[in-house]
């Protein structure tokens, strides 16, 4: 589609998400995620998978969960999680909102996070540090993301020239690291 775009590596945050939990000692790391059939759950799909190969860890598709990732969401496919005879021993959800359902899951069956689960959402949203234990999670820089969008439009409005060379702006994600995966 020829549009300009402002966001996020997706598939660089995915495995800055597994290379952190790898890091921690992880060797189980499921993923709930949001519908692969959109392009920004695709490509953290993709991220996740690779970074789990680049580590020598097994790709397991019965870690992998597709879902709205509403807070219920969450709360859903972790108690799928919990089910497995091999459960994981982290958890990556691709957002703040179904984390905080899995994480009222785990602290309901007094499963220790991050010391028998770890987790990590994403979106870095204000809840995430207030909730026990606080949330690690992706800061996705939303508040620049639409300020460059933003910019970008109205530069475009003004130039009435659609023919002109496309911008594809790509600001760099960071994981913020709390009391749910140290």
Do not use: W
Not at 77 to 102: C, I
């Amino acid at each position: 589609m020829n549009v300009d775009y402002v966001g996020i590596n997706d598939y660089d945050s995915s495995h800055m998400i597994v290379e952190h939990l790898v890091e921690k000692g992880c060797k189980r790391i499921a993923h709930i995620g949001g519908y692969r059939r959109t392009r920004i759950f695709n490509n953290r799909i993709k991220g996740y998978v690779d970074a789990l190969r680049k580590n020598n860890l097994p790709f397991d598709d019965s870690l992998i969960t597709e879902s709205s990732l509403t807070l219920e969401d969450g709360r859903l496919e972790m108690e799928k999680l919990l089910q497995l005879k091999n459960r994981p021993d982290a958890v990556y959800v691709a957002s703040d909102y179904a984390a905080l359902g899995a994480l009222q899951v785990l602290n309901e069956n007094k499963i220790n996070v991050p010391e028998a689960i770890r987790l990590i959402g994403f979106g870095n949203e204000p809840f995430t540090s207030l909730v026990t234990p606080s949330i690690s999670s992706i800061e996705q820089h939303s508040k620049d993301i639409g300020r460059l969008a933003a910019e970008t439009f109205l530069k475009r409005v003004d130039e009435l020239e659609l023919k002109q060379s496309l911008n594809k702006i790509i600001l760099k994600a960071e994981l913020i690291v709390r009391d749910s995966s140290i």
